[in-house]
C-alpha cells in the first residue's frame, strides 16, 4: 500500500520528504483563507476528521457568521472497464472510498494572491492532479482537474459534490426535512437555505482542454454518518449526513483538463455566474506557482501564517475594516489576543495602516473603562469579560506609535480610550474590577473567569483567579508608566496621576506578591490568601519594559519558570509537581477546559520569556545563542499538525501532542517578533532549523 510518499509544500518546500503512516498523516492539516474570516481546510489525504473540515467556509456577516457550505468532492475516474476512487472518507465502521493509496504527493501554497493546495495520484493507466485555489476577498472556490493518461483509452471522471450548508460550529442530519432548495440552472448547481435565503451555494462547471463531453446531472441524495474521528477525541459529537448534490461527468482520453467553480452566499444566480466567470478568467491568467527555492525556509513560512488571522471586518466606518482573527478553525475576532499579536503580526512587518485599523476597530468600542474581549460570532456584540485586554490595549496603542511613529493618531484615536481605561479602572467598573487602597488591581468574584486562564464550563471555573492576579498588575504598572509618558504635554494632570499610581504599584507589588520561602511570585492575591501554584503568569513582572522587581528577584522568577515550566513548546500553564496538573488535554469539553489551564503548554508564552531571559541574561552572543535553540523545537512544529502555522497549545508532559486550534495568532505572532528581537540584538539573521 502507497501511503503518501512524500509531502512537499510549496512556496516553502525545500524538497524533504515528511513521512508517517495513515494515522499520523490524518492528524496533518492544511489550511487557506479568504481575507474574510473564511477558509478552506482539511487534511493531506483529503479525508475529512473534523466539523470544521471543507472546501469552502463561507461568512456572511465577515469575519463571523461563517457556515460550511461545500463539504468536499467525492472523484473517481473511469478507465478500462474499473473504476479507481481518489476521494478517501470515514464512516462509522469503515474507510471508503480509500483513494489515498494511489496519492503520490501533496503540495500546498498557503500565501499569496491565490493560495492552493494540490493531490496528486498515480495508477498504471494514469496520472491525476486535482488543485483546490482560493480566491480571496470573495467567497470563491476553484477546483482543477488535470488527468494524463497512459493509454489511449477514453476515460471519464466523475465529481461529485457533498453539501453541508450549515453553521460551521453544527453537524447536519439527514433525517430532519429537506432544508435547501436546489436546481440545476443553465448547467449550474443552485441551492439556497429555505430557513436563511441568503445563504447560498452556486457550482459551476467549465470545459477544458481534451475534453469530448462534459455535464452536470443534479441527483440530490444523503450519504450519511460520515465519522469525524478528531470531534470524537475531542469528546464531541462526530458523525453527520451530507447530500450530494448529483455528479458532474467529463469524458477525455489522453489528457484532460477539468474546472469547476463554487460561490457561496450570493444574492441570485446571475450575481454567482458572474463571480464564477471571473474566477475562471482569473485562474486562466494567473501564472502557475513553481516549486520555490530551498532558501523559502523558516520567516517566509511565518509572515505565510500571520496573513492568514488578519481578516477584514465589514463595516460602514472605512477606518475600522480590519481585524485578526484569533485561531482557526473556530475563533473569532478576541480583543486580547489582537493585541498581543498586532506587533507581531503587523507592526515588526511594517504594516502600520492596518495595525492602525485593528487598533480603532476595539477603540470605537471601549465602554465603561474596557475594552471588548471580543466580538459576538451571530450579532456582533461586544463582550467585555476581560480585566487584561484592556491593558493590553494601551500596550499595543503604545508599541504601534513607538514603531510607526504615528502621534497624530495617538493623539486623536488611541490616548482618549486609553484614558477611559485608567479611570475606569481606579472608580471601579464591570466584574468588580477596581483599584484597591494598594494602588493594585483586584477583579472578579467566585463565578468569573476574567483572565486570560479564563476556562469556565458548566459553571465551573476551574482556574479561580479573583482578587489581585500577578500579571493583571505588572500590565497596570506597565499601562501607568506608558501613560505617565505620553501623555506629558498632553494631558499633564493624567499624566502626573497616572505616574503617582505607578509609584505606589513599585512600591506595593513586591510585597504583596513575593513569595520568600518558594523565591518566586505569587500567582494571585487576595486578603490573606495567597496562591503559591507555580505557574507562568509571574514571567510578566519580568518581561515588561519597566522594572517591578529587583534583579536578584527577576533572576529568580526566570529560575523558577526555566526549571518548571518550560518546555520544547512554550511554558506550561501550571507546574507538573502541582495538585491538579493534568499531563494531557484530552477527553471531553468539561475535561478539556479543566486541563486548559492546569499544566496545558501555551505556545503564546515563548515570547515573554525570551523577553525576561534576555533582560535576566543580557543581551550577549551567547545569550541569544541558547534563546534560538530555545524556540528551534517550535520552528520545526512548522512541518506538523497544522502545516506551515503553530498550534493554540501542546500537552503539558512529554512528546507534548498539539492541541486546540491548528493555527493561533499570538502563537505564530509571538515566534515572529522574538525572531525579530533576536535579529535585532545581534545583527544577523535567525539560525535555519533543520525544518526550514
Known amino acids: 500500500m502507497n501511503v503518501l510518499q512524500t509531502v512537499n509544500a510549496c512556496p516553502q518546500a525545500d ?46 456577516r465577515p469575519p463571523l457568521e461563517r457556515f460550511l457550505l461545500l463539504a468536499g468532492t467525492l472523484e473517481r475516474v473511469a478507465i478500462q472497464g474499473r473504476t479507481v476512487d481518489l476521494s478517501t472518507a470515514q464512516f462509522a465502521s469503515v474507510t471508503h472510498p480509500t483513494g489515498y493509496t494511489g496519492l503520490k504527493n501533496f503540495d ?78 443553465a448547467g449550474g448547481l443552485w441551492v439556497r437555505d429555505r430557513s436563511q435565503p441568503d445563504v447560498t451555494l452556486a457550482m459551476f462547471p467549465q470545459r477544458g482542454a481534451g475534453l469530448e463531453h462534459a455535464a452536470l446531472d443534479v441527483q440530490p441524495s444523503w450519504w450519511r454518518d460520515f465519522h469525524y474521528r478528531a470531534e470524537v477525541e475531542r469528546g464531541e459529537p462526530g458523525t453527520e449526513d451530507l447530500i450530494c448534490a448529483g455528479v458532474f461527468r467529463a469524458a477525455g482520453s489522453r489528457t484532460m483538463a477539468v474546472e469547476l467553480v463554487g460561490v457561496g452566499m450570493a444574492a441570485s444566480m446571475d450575481q454567482a455566474r458572474s463571480a464564477a466567470e471571473r474566477a475562471f478568467v482569473r485562474a486562466g491568467t494567473t501564472a502557475q506557482p513553481r516549486r520555490s527555492p530551498r532558501d523559502r525556509g ?120 486609553c484614558r477611559n481605561i485608567v479611570d475606569g479602572f481606579v472608580q471601579g467598573t464591570l466584574y468588580d474590577i477596581r483599584v484597591d487602597e494598594r494602588g493594585l488591581v483586584s477583579c472578579g468574584n467566585a463565578h468569573t473567569q476574567i483572565t486570560w486562564m479564563d476556562a469556565l464550563c458548566d459553571g465551573v471555573a476551574f482556574t479561580p ?36 499610581l505607578a509609584e505606589q504599584v513599585t512600591a506595593e507589588f513586591a510585597p504583596a506578591f513575593w513569595n520568600e520561602d518558594g523565591g518566586y511570585l505569587y500567582d494571585c492575591v487576595r486578603g490573606d490568601f495567597k496562591d503559591a501554584s507555580i505557574r507562568p503568569n509571574q514571567i510578566f513582572a519580568v518581561s515588561l519594559a519597566e522594572d517591578l522587581l529587583s534583579e536578584e528577584k527577576q533572576r529568580a522568577v526566570l529560575d523558577t519558570v526555566t526549571r518548571h515550566l518550560l ?63 530555545t524556540i528551534a523545537p517550535l520552528l520545526g512544529h512548522l512541518t506538523e499538525a497544522g502545516l506551515g502555522t503553530i498550534s493554540e497549545v501542546f500537552d503539558g508532559d512529554a512528546p507534548h501532542a498539539p492541541r486546540g486550534c491548528i493555527a493561533q495568532a499570538w502563537s505564530v505572532a509571538e ?22
Open 108 to 185: 500546498y501554497c498557503p500565501g499569496g494572491s491565490a493560495p492552493w493546495v494540490q493531490w496528486t495520484f498515480t495508477h498504471p493507466q494514469f496520472e491525476a492532479r486535482k488543485r483546490l485555489t482560493l480566491h480571496p476577498g470573495s467567497n470563491v472556490v476553484h477546483l482543477r482537474y488535470e488527468i494524463t493518461s497512459s493509454i489511449p483509452d477514453e476515460f471519464e471522471l466523475e465529481v461529485l459534490p457533498l453539501l453541508a450548508m450549515r453553521d460551521f460550529h453544527g453537524l447536519q442530519r439527514g433525517d430532519a426535512i429537506e432544508p435547501w432548495e436546489m436546481s440545476d440552472e
Open 15 to 60: 524538497g524533504a520528504p515528511l513521512r508517517g503512516d495513515l494515522d499520523a498523516l490524518l492528524n496533518r492539516e492544511w489550511l487557506l483563507t479568504d481575507g474574510r474570516g473564511g477558509f478552506a481546510m482539511g487534511t493531506v489525504l483529503g479525508c475529512p476528521t473534523r466539523r470544521y473540515h471543507g472546501m469552502m467556509i463561507a461568512s456572511r
Open 465 to 500: 483567579r479573583h482578587g489581585c492576579p500577578v500579571e493583571v498588575n505588572a500590565l497596570w504598572h506597565h499601562a501607568l508608566r506608558i501613560l505617565g509618558r505620553r501623555l506629558i504635554g498632553v494631558d499633564d494632570q493624567t499624566a502626573r496621576r497616572c505616574q503617582r
Open 567 to 629: 518546555t520544547p513548546f512554550g511554558l506550561r500553564s501550571l507546574a507538573a509537581h502541582e495538585p491538579g496538573y493534568c499531563p494531557r488535554m484530552v477527553g471531553t469539553r468539561f475535561e478539556r477546559d479543566r486541563t486548559y489551564h492546569n499544566g496545558t503548554v501555551w505556545s503564546w508564552l515563548i515570547g515573554p520569556y525570551v523577553d525576561a531571559a534576555l533582560r535576566v541574561h543580557g543581551r550577549t552572543a551567547e545569550s541569544v545563542d541558547h534563546l534560538r535553540r
Open 298 to 417: 523558516i520567516r517566509q513560512r511565518l509572515r505565510e501564517a500571520a496573513e492568514q488571522f488578519v481578516v477584514r471586518r465589514q463595516t460602514v466606518q472605512p477606518d475600522q475594516d480590519v481585524t485578526i482573527i484569533a485561531g482557526y478553525p473556530w475563533f473569532g475576532d478576541w480583543g486580547r489576543d489582537a493585541f498581543i499579536a498586532l506587533e507581531g503580526l503587523l507592526l515588526a512587518r511594517g504594516r502600520f495602516s492596518e495595525a492602525r485599523k485593528v487598533l480603532a476597530t476595539f477603540a470605537g468600542a471601549e465602554r465603561h473603562g474596557l475594552i471588548p474581549n471580543r466580538f459576538d460570532d451571530y450579532g456582533g456584540q461586544c463582550a467585555y469579560n476581560s480585566v487584561d485586554a484592556s491593558l493590553w490595549f494601551i500596550h499595543a496603542a503604545d508599541r504601534y506609535s513607538s514603531l510607526s511613529g504615528d502621534e497624530q493618531v495617538w493623539a486623536a484615536v488611541l490616548a482618549k480610550p
Open 671 to 692: 515566534l515572529l517578533r522574538i525572531m525579530t528581537q533576536l535579529d535585532s540584538v545581534s545583527g544577523a539573521e535567525c539560525h535555519a532549523h533543520p525544518a526550514g
